[in-house]
């Protein structure tokens, strides 16, 4: 018997994308998952601009979709959201929480009665002087950015029940750990429209998160203002051409160029990102990349990147850990979307971790 239901709200870029789970006994099963586009510029980077357009568009999921719940986890990723390493006097969770806002204050580029704060707890330690310490990733997000996101959310007749980092509803969905040494961590990449979300674990702990306000959508910008032709034309030639196994090496044509400029940055932005998580003192080994996202399908990238981090890197299989339910779907429909489910099923898997 299905257990309850629970729905990952992913608004993004591009389009908005649901995903209900049931939990019951068993494995988790995947029982719908749809997406609907939204009009250009009404989220921009990861945050939401139109509240009307993009209700809409989540209503206009619901009623396709036909997901049993209204209640939905819902997820951020933008340049309003920071999350930082720090070191705190050892409290109880509940007596931290409280007083995380007045321990914070100095470390976030943002006032502190302006965000809504949290923290992942990574490990007790001893400092110098013999004090209880406790380190943390700790998550500023802008309130008024939040509270936009969760105003179309509501206006689409939704009720939502928790907002979490998208970063940790990736590493939610994708950590399996098979494959890796203890000691070893591993980088997760979700490559979005516009945001793309990394997150280095050890262990399912996360360690280093970074959001990229770059993605997929940006080489499409590229070549359709570089050919002067309509972002779906744009698109199709993106795929058709995709990215050169090796920097410098593609057809001289103006779509290769703009692709090669653009999607040649965004690898040395994703590799520039693990060098730098890799310069932290007590850094892990990455002993991998797993791509996942809308833009990890560009032709080449996996290539390309493999190249830039000298790591494998892996494409993800987030529907592999999944029971499957009546979806509605069909097995290649299944296989166009999978790249896509990762940030959902992550969200609503929040509510049983």
């Known amino acids: 018997m299905a257990g309850r239901p629970v729905v990952g709200l992913d608004i993004g870029s591009s389009g908005v994308r649901a995903a209900e789970l049931s939990m019951g006994k068993g494995p988790v099963t995947l029982e719908r998952f749809g997406q609907v586009a939204l009009p250009e510029g009404a989220v921009r980077e990861g945050e939401v601009v139109d509240t009307e357009a993009v209700a809409a568009a989540i209503r206009t999921l619901w009623s396709q979709t036909k997901f049993r719940s209204k209640k939905v986890v819902v997820g951020v990723a933008n340049q309003k959201v920071v999350v930082r390493q720090v070191d705190l006097p050892w409290l109880p969770a509940k007596e931290l929480r409280a007083s995380l806002q007045f321990q914070v204050q100095d470390v976030i580029p943002m006032p502190v009665e302006q965000a809504i704060l949290d923290f992942h707890p990574l490990e007790e330690f001893t400092n110098d002087h013999g004090g209880r310490m406790l380190r943390v990733l700790l998550v500023a997000a802008a309130r008024d950015m939040v509270g936009s996101a969760v105003h179309a959310v509501e206006k689409a007749g939704l009720q939502p029940v928790m907002v979490d980092l998208t970063s940790f509803a990736v590493m939610r969905s994708l950590v399996t750990g098979s494959g890796l040494a203890s000691m070893e961590a ?21 360690r280093f998160v970074r959001i990229l306000l770059m993605g997929g959508g940006d080489i499409t910008d590229a070549v359709a203002e570089r050919l002067g032709v309509p972002m779906e034309q744009a698109e199709s030639v993106k795929q058709a051409a995709g990215l050169a196994l090796v920097a410098g090496t593609g057809d001289n044509h103006p779509a290769n160029r703009a692709i090669e400029q653009t999607g040649g940055a965004f690898v040395e932005e994703v590799r520039g990102s693990l060098d730098y998580y890799l310069s932290q003192p007590g850094a892990a080994r990455v002993g991998r990349v797993v791509l996942s996202g809308g833009g990890s399908q560009l032709g080449g990238l996996v290539e390309r990147l493999s190249a830039a981090t000298r790591l494998p890197v892996e494409v993800a299989r987030p529907m592999s850990v999944l029971k499957l339910g009546k979806t509605g779907l069909t097995d290649e429909q299944l296989a166009y979307v999978e790249p896509l489910v990762a940030v959902p099923v992550g969200l609503a898997m929040a509510v049983a971790s």
């Open 186 to 206: 591993e980088a997760l990449v979700d490559v979005g429209a516009n945001v793309t979300n990394i997150v280095v674990h050890q262990g399912g702990v996360p």
